[in-house]
């Protein structure tokens, strides 16, 4: 058996229902959106730890550390889209993107993994 508002019955007495008053089910009933790829995901992951790794690996110019910092918070940002897109969890998003953030900064040598440790702990008790 299956309710919607005052309807009851199955699923065939509920479609019986609707085209013997002459209506679509369909104009009345949204199908769930598709969720997005898992792999829509992974390349977003990917391009954050690969410029997250070049920016803390490569002895490279100035010029070129601040372009892969904005690289890397581009790539966090399309990370937390991705989690929204795909969970729909405001808290998951907002957390990914700001530990992909500190993290990036911790690369980019502005913050140190102590100060790192110390920013995680205030946000947690700010919880």
Not at 27 to 48: C, H, N, Q, T
Not at 73 to 88: D, I, P
Request: net charge positive; with cysteine; glycine share 8%.
């Amino acid at each position: 058996m299956m309710k919607i508002g005052n309807v009851e019955g199955t699923p065939k007495q509920i479609k019986d229902f609707f085209e013997d008053h002459g209506l679509s089910a369909k104009d009345y009933f949204i199908p769930p959106p598709k969720r997005m790829s898992r792999e829509w995901l992974l390349v977003a992951v990917g391009f954050y730890v690969l410029a997250m790794a070049l920016l803390a690996l490569l002895p490279v110019t100035e010029e070129w550390q601040r372009l892969l910092f904005l690289l890397g918070c581009a790539a966090a940002t399309w990370v937390a889209c991705a989690v929204q897109m795909r969970f729909g969890n405001a808290f998951a998003t907002g957390a990914v993107l700001v530990m992909g953030l500190l993290l990036m900064m911790v690369a980019y040598k502005v913050i140190t993994p102590r100060e790192f440790y110390g920013e995680v702990q205030q946000l947690r008790k700010a919880k």
